[in-house]
């Protein structure tokens, strides 16, 4: 069976911290895909990255970067310098190859206080 | 470039009334569609996905139904409306070729409220 769990369900930070938000998933298959997801007050969901599972290879965008480590089944997001905009909720999520299904976890609210 | 509509942006119904409500999506062909529930403070249900005109998959047994008439079309009903039915309900779309990308994007949602 197929989890994603983002056992974090509310972090509140001061502005300019550094905050990093746990992603930890299950599959048996060798080949799958890992998303973040943003989503602001406004509801919609904004992709924020996506990453293969032969790609281990750290990625930063700006103040984002994505920790994807399959030796732990972690896909962990951190916020550096974190500002008032960044409040929202955060959505990890997998997909196999070859299927239609995301499995999404259950969100982490970040809330950044000024 | 691609977007994805949705409409209405919010509705209030009383219960037992009907529900229509429809998601396009602009600059792709032969995408896959999905209709997601959230309730309020939660996460993302999943309740149908579509690969093409008029195939729909049901995830979640419940009063509601899709249809695909169009293929950038995607419309999610209701015959009578219960209060549970009320949340977030967001459309997605997937680009059909996965051989370059599996990223699923999200339209606007519609906020409905069965009072």
């Known amino acids: 069976a197929q989890k994603v769990t983002q056992a974090q369900t509310e972090i509140s930070v001061v502005e300019k911290e550094d905050v990093t938000l746990d992603c930890v998933y299950e599959?048996?298959?060798?080949?799958?895909?890992l998303f973040w997801y943003k989503q602001p007050p406004s509801g919609e969901l904004v992709f924020l990255i996506r990453?293969?599972?032969?790609?281990?290879q750290n990625e930063i965008s700006g103040r984002y970067s994505w920790n994807f480590q399959k030796s732990t089944s972690s896909f962990n997001f951190t916020i550096t310098a974190s500002q008032v905009v960044d409040s929202a909720v955060y959505f990890c999520?997998?997909?196999?190859?070859?299927?239609?299904?995301?499995?999404f976890g259950t969100g982490t609210r970040l809330k950044v206080l000024a | 470039s691609q977007t994805i509509h949705q409409w209405p942006a919010t509705l209030v119904q009383p219960v037992g009334s009907p529900l229509s409500l429809e998601c396009t999506v602009e600059?792709?062909?032969?995408?896959?569609l999905y209709w997601y529930r959230q309730a309020a403070g939660r996460g993302l249900q999943l309740l149908f996905y579509?690969?093409?005109?008029?195939?729909i998959s049901s995830e979640v047994p419940q009063n509601l139904s899709a249809s695909r008439p169009q293929d950038r079309q995607f419309i999610l009903s209701s015959k009578k409306l219960l209060l549970s039915d009320s949340g977030f309900y967001l459309c997605?779309?997937?680009?059909?070729?996965?051989?370059?990308?599996?990223?699923?994007?999200f339209g606007p949602g519609t906020r409905l409220t069965v009072l």
């Open positions: 997605a779309w997937k680009p059909r070729d996965t051989g370059r990308t599996d990223t699923q994007y």
């Open positions: 599959t048996r298959d060798t080949t799958y895909y």
């Open positions: 990453r293969n599972s032969f790609d281990e």
């Open positions: 999520a997998l997909k196999r190859a070859g299927t239609y299904k995301y499995i």
């Open positions: 600059g792709t062909s032969n995408p896959n």
């Open positions: 579509s690969v093409g005109i008029g195939q």
